[in-house]
């Protein structure tokens, strides 16, 4: 009897000694403190799962179990085109390609140094497991399984429409305004101060540089031709007080980075008459005079990111100058630096021609003209500023000046070899650009 109740003292006493143990070690397990790296979550309340919270937790393929691969292996860098380029901000997709691009190459590495731990091949990988839903059928009591089918993927129709590649870009720029005008009394083609209507024509063509990147050939036609009430004059009653055409072109072959070897051409002429205030003698016509300019060299291009800056210096070493007069029999040939009795006048020398398109802000643009020449004896240059405040689409306000030294040209008293032109102007503006 004594012995039995020894016994059973002893085991009490051995559980509750282990129960007393055990209570203590969970108490110490349970009450030891999160790391602080790891957020707290509650999972009662989904509002506590933050995109801050999840995304140390991104989903990652370096955490795949290695799967053995056929595939090319790939680079860690994204192989980018030159010749074609996506006219948008593709940063977040080079990135993307990047980084897949970097863990395909860990993946591969890591299967190359411990293959014994590749223990699937892509094309021999099981299938995933099935799923089943339960639908109550209340008419008769019974909980029926069935297998989940998901749905067939949806099929997004292909546009196999041909993509057009124009090999030409154009843009087109068109204004009537109206306009106050001040010119020199030694303006080259004449005119008066003035308010008049001024017509803008400003059409470009060029290359597409993203198919021909090795070739450079830009185009502008620009004609400027206004209209004045002529109050002062006995002879008529309208006249024309300005008239410019011209024409410029560079085509090119790339040499270096944003260098071209290149040959450019440039004609000006106008095509109306123009006559003194209150006599029948003229100044100006069609084709008189008028200026060929053909020169061989090099040419610079820059343009920024962001499509709003251009601009371009035609550097040419060997240039050849013509000057021609038509109307010899109206207009003296000496008034364009052309000899007495002679149509045509040749000069052999250096020109620089350079361009400047710059869009400020959405509502302010400068465009920018200047043309250089010399045959060493003399020169004659030109400088043209264009700025556009644009008020709505259609209408804008135009300041244009144009500044001219020519020392072929009479001297002035006043100007001495320079000749100025100024307008202001507001009206109606069209643009239209295609490629």
Avoid at 71 to 77: A, E, H
Wanted: charged share 20%; with cysteine.
């Amino acid at each position: 009897m004594n012995n039995h109740l020894s016994r059973i003292i002893l085991l009490f006493s051995v559980i509750c000694f282990s129960n007393l143990a055990f209570g203590q070690a969970k108490s110490h397990v349970t009450s030891r403190p999160l790391p602080q790296n790891v957020p707290s979550v509650t999972l009662s309340n989904w509002q506590t799962i933050t995109p801050d919270t999840t995304a140390a937790a991104e989903p990652s393929l370096l955490f795949m179990p290695l799967i053995f691969s056929d595939s090319k292996p790939t680079d860690d860098t994204c192989a980018e085109d030159s010749a074609l380029t996506l006219n948008a901000d593709d940063e977040w997709l080079t990135n993307a390609t990047r980084e897949g691009n970097r863990v395909k190459q860990i993946r591969r590495d890591a299967s190359i140094a411990n293959p014994q731990y590749v223990k699937l091949h892509e094309d021999l990988l099981p299938e995933p497991p099935k799923q089943y839903e339960i639908s109550p059928d209340p008419t008769s009591g019974k909980l029926p399984v069935a297998k989940v089918i998901p749905p067939p993927p949806v099929e997004i129709p292909v546009d196999d429409t041909p993509v057009k590649i124009h090999n030409w870009i154009h843009s087109f720029d068109g204004s009537l305004h109206f306009n106050q005008a001040y010119v020199s009394s030694n303006w080259y083609q004449g005119g008066n101060n003035n308010l008049s209507i001024l017509g803008d024509i400003k059409w470009e063509f060029n290359l597409n540089p993203n198919i021909h990147p090795n070739i450079t050939f830009t185009n502008l036609l620009h004609y400027r031709v206004g209209i004045m009430t002529a109050h002062n004059d006995e002879y008529r009653k309208v006249a024309i007080n300005e008239d410019n055409f011209q024409f410029n072109s560079t085509i090119g072959y790339k040499a270096v980075k944003k260098w071209y070897y290149s040959a450019s051409l440039q004609v000006k002429t106008q095509f109306f008459k123009s006559y003194k205030e209150n006599t029948m003698d003229m100044k100006s016509a069609f084709l008189t005079p008028a200026e060929l300019n053909l020169g061989l060299g090099m040419t610079y291009t820059h343009e920024n990111k962001e499509k709003d800056q251009k601009f371009s210096l035609a550097i040419n070493p060997f240039s050849y100058n013509m000057k021609y007069c038509r109307d010899i029999d109206n207009i003296s040939p000496t008034t364009f630096g052309i000899d007495e009795g002679k149509h045509f006048k040749h000069d052999f020398g250096s020109s620089i021609n350079g361009s400047l398109k710059w869009k400020i802000t959405p509502y302010i643009t400068w465009s920018a003209q200047f043309d250089f020449f010399t045959n060493y004896k003399y020169v004659q240059a030109n400088w043209q500023n264009t700025f556009d405040f644009y008020v709505t689409r259609h209408l804008s306000t135009q300041i244009y000046t144009h500044l001219r030294f020519d020392r072929t040209h009479p001297r002035d008293d006043k100007w001495h070899y320079f000749q100025f032109r100024e307008t202001l102007s507001f009206g109606l503006t069209y643009r239209f650009a295609t490629i």
